[in-house]
């Protein structure tokens, strides 16, 4: 029925609680800050700028996002594939309006996005749909052979006229690149450059943030 349909979120997912997404948003702005003054990035400004003397401000760069969130299954008020598979598994009903604690294990920036990667326990992984990073082989080859919930991430922002979708799209990309060129270490870990503007921060203490399973109407 109609009901039914409508009756289905626009996604499903973990939702920082509130203490935490101003912990993660002004630890990724610390860091972006950070970023466009090292000269390893300004080396590589081209990717962000077109131009090579020109400067970018990182921080006005990307509209960063309210309601911090990790993604789980994004059902299109039901209109995408297994959407209702989903909703109706117990795992997830039983898990749904839980806290969750989940492990914020890198940065990553992108010319498009940024985003935390989030590393999935077994718990976790069960509201995870096992296809997730089967469906992107296509525009990302080597995507599919990837562990699953490789591409659990947070978007943190996107820069002007991109869909925040890119960001995990951006991660499953830099995840199937050889491991990137250590460039810098900085306080909080190791930074990496994939090429084209990819930029990866391992973190030396992984970020634990609290999350509520739920879901997202609109
Ligand atoms: P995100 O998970 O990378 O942030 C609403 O648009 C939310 O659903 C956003 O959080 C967005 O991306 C996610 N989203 C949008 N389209 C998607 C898709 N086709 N596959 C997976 N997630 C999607």
């Known amino acids: 029925s109609l009901l039914e349909e409508t009756s289905l979120p626009l996604y499903f997912g973990w939702f920082l609680l509130s203490s935490v997404q101003v912990k993660v948003g002004c630890t990724a702005m610390d860091f972006l800050k950070t970023l466009d003054t090292l000269e390893a990035f300004k080396k590589h400004i081209v990717d962000f700028t077109g131009q090579a003397e020109k400067e970018v401000d990182l921080e006005q760069y990307f509209e960063t996002k309210e309601t911090l969130h990790c993604t789980t299954k994004f059902c299109n008020y039901?209109?995408?594939?297994?959407?209702k598979e989903y909703a109706k598994n117990p795992v997830v009903?039983?898990?749904?309006?839980?806290?969750f604690s989940l492990s914020l294990t890198a940065l990553?920036?992108?010319p498009r996005t940024v985003g935390a990667r989030?590393?999935?326990?077994e718990e976790q992984l069960q509201l995870w749909p096992a296809d997730t990073e089967k469906e992107s082989e296509e525009g990302i080859?080597?995507?599919?052979?990837?562990?699953v919930g490789s591409r659990a991430h947070i978007t943190l922002g996107c820069?002007?006229?991109?869909e925040p979708v890119?960001?995990?799209?951006d991660l499953l990309q830099i995840l199937t690149l050889p491991e990137g060129e250590a460039v810098e270490e900085m306080e909080l870990g190791s930074l990496r450059y994939y090429d084209e503007g990819r930029w990866m921060l391992s973190l030396r203490e992984p970020i634990c943030a609290a999350a509520c399973f739920s879901s997202f109407y609109g």
Not at 141 to 146: E, V
Not at 159 to 162: D, E, K, T
């Open 118 to 121: 989030v590393s999935l326990t």
């Open 166 to 169: 890119q960001t995990g799209l």
């Open 78 to 83: 039901g209109k995408a594939d297994g959407a």
């Open 93 to 99: 009903k039983k898990s749904y309006g839980s806290v």
């Open 108 to 110: 990553f920036v992108t």
């Open 141 to 147: 080859p080597g995507s599919a052979s990837l562990p």
């Open 159 to 162: 820069a002007s006229g991109v």
